[in-house]
């Protein structure tokens, strides 16, 4: 838990993901056309990861991957992350966080 946690910490938008999820591969291209260069933390290549993912179970993303942290908070999965970029929310998040400037 406290490697996420740290991890999730040292820049703007942090993505967990598997290289083999079609959701994470959905959510990495999103913030890409945004215009967002985030952390991403594949678990299947992390010598760690297995131990990685149970505390994002453990956080309550479920499924596992993607798991999104903004600003350092832990966002959601593709579902959370979708429902903030249909309603408008996502760009202020980035905002905030200083992951973009426009």
């Given amino acids: 838990m406290d490697r ?3 991890l999730a910490s040292q ?8 290289s083999s999820c079609c959701m994470s591969h959905a959510i990495k291209r999103l913030f ?10 594949e ?3 992390e010598s760690r990861g297995k131990e990685m993912e149970w505390a994002l179970v453990r956080l309550g993303c479920q499924p596992s991957v993607p798991a ?9 999965s593709a ?3 979708m429902t903030l970029h249909l309603n408008g929310s996502l760009k202020k998040l980035l905002k905030d966080a200083g992951a973009i400037w426009l």
């Fill in 4 to 6: 996420v946690a740290k």
């Fill in 11 to 18: 820049k703007a938008v942090v993505i967990f993901s598997k």
């Fill in 79 to 81: 579902n959370a992350v």
């Fill in 68 to 76: 999104v942290f903004i600003g350092g908070k832990f966002v959601g």
């Fill in 32 to 41: 890409y056309e945004q215009g967002v260069s985030p952390a991403i933390y």
């Fill in 43 to 45: 678990l299947d290549e």
